[in-house]
C-alpha cells in the first residue's frame, strides 16, 4: 500500500524532466545565437536537477512517514 504513494511524485517528477528535455531538443535546432543557447540550456539542466533533487526528498518525506507535510505550515 505504501508503493502507491511513490507513483505521484515520481510521474509528476518525470513529466517534467520530459518537458524540459523536449524544450532543450527544441532549442539546439533555433536559429538563435550560440551564447543564448547556452545559457538557457544549463538552466534547463538544472531545472532537471532540481527536480530530481525534489522528487528524492518527497520520496524520502513519504518513507519517513510525513505523507501530509502541510501540516508543518
Known sequence: MKKR???APII????TIVYLLAMLSVLIYTEE??????LVSIIILSLNG?????????IN?????????????
Request: glycine share 8%; aromatic share 12%.
Open 50 to 58: 532540481v527536480t530530481i533533487y525534489v522528487v528524492n526528498e518527497r
Open 5 to 7: 504513494k511513490y507513483i
Open 61 to 73: 518525506e513519504i518513507k519517513g512517514g510525513e505523507e501530509d507535510d502541510i501540516s508543518k505550515y
Open 12 to 15: 509528476i517528477g518525470v513529466i
Open 33 to 38: 545565437a550560440i551564447w543564448i543557447k547556452v
